[in-house]
């Protein structure tokens, strides 16, 4: 069971690159998640989408954007890199209605942009 | 101010150690509270989860929600070199934001 599966790993960007980060859910989930961690910080959302067909922004969406392609699959989009978002990014997903808060994470992608 | 507060720490405790996490919150709409692990270079993991206040025990670990103060703990009993880790806090209401503590990094010496 794969649960949540981020792509890439690791990545090494210059400023002005785009790039996207995948994510796919194997646990028909219906919501996602895309945060970013920073020291510091903490978890900061930057979209999510409540379920297939649906996107909204979360605290800090300024430079990404996103695609719900299907139910299991949740992209996030860099058009134009930028230093501050040299961060490690984190997609999660979460069943409909369920009764906890749980959020389940991928591993992480991190993102270093020169 | 921050919706969630927390200490970031870093805990060094020895073995065996009762371990308290502390996180404090701003905002009374909050009804879940939970407690994830993020163990170095993975993604985060949920520990506990608690409903509105009360407390909720789970092996060494026991989760408190005192919603009048704003205050919730976690508590980590007999600590083992395992429980290194960073512990973070995340509460939300009914909507599907989440809004999570900083963490506080922990480390248990064997």
């Known amino acids: 069971n794969a649960g949540v599966t981020q792509t890439p790993k690791f990545q090494v960007l210059k400023t002005g690159q785009s790039m996207t980060l995948q994510c796919a859910q194997d646990?028909?989930?219906?919501?996602m998640y895309w945060y970013r961690q920073d020291p510091g910080m903490g978890l900061r959302l930057i979209y999510y989408?409540?379920?297939?067909?649906?996107?909204d922004k979360g605290e800090v969406p300024n430079g990404y954007n996103v695609s719900r392609l299907n139910k299991r699959e949740f992209s996030l989009r860099l058009e134009s890199a930028a230093p501050s978002q040299t961060s490690v990014y984190f997609c999660?997903?979460?069943?409909?209605?369920?009764?906890?808060?749980?959020?389940?994470f991928g591993e992480g992608s991190r993102l270093t942009v020169l | 101010q921050k919706e969630v507060e927390q200490d970031p720490g870093p805990l060094s405790v020895p073995e065996g150690a009762i371990v308290s996490l502390n996180c404090t919150y701003s905002n009374s709409a909050f009804q879940y509270f939970m407690w994830y692990r993020q163990y170095s270079r993975k993604g985060p993991e949920l520990l506990m989860y608690t409903y509105s206040s009360g407390n909720k025990e789970d092996g060494r670990f026991t989760a408190q929600v005192d919603k009048s103060s704003k205050y919730i703990s976690l508590f980590i009993r007999d600590s083992q070199p395992s429980d290194s880790a960073t512990y973070l806090c995340?509460?939300?209401?009914?909507?599907?934001?989440?809004?999570f503590g900083t963490g506080t990094s922990l480390t248990v010496i064997p």
């Open positions: 999660a997903s979460r069943p409909y209605g369920g009764y906890t808060g749980e959020l389940f």
């Open positions: 646990m028909n989930h219906n919501s």
């Open positions: 995340a509460m939300n209401h009914t909507g599907n934001q989440f809004y």
């Open positions: 989408s409540a379920s297939e067909g649906t996107t």
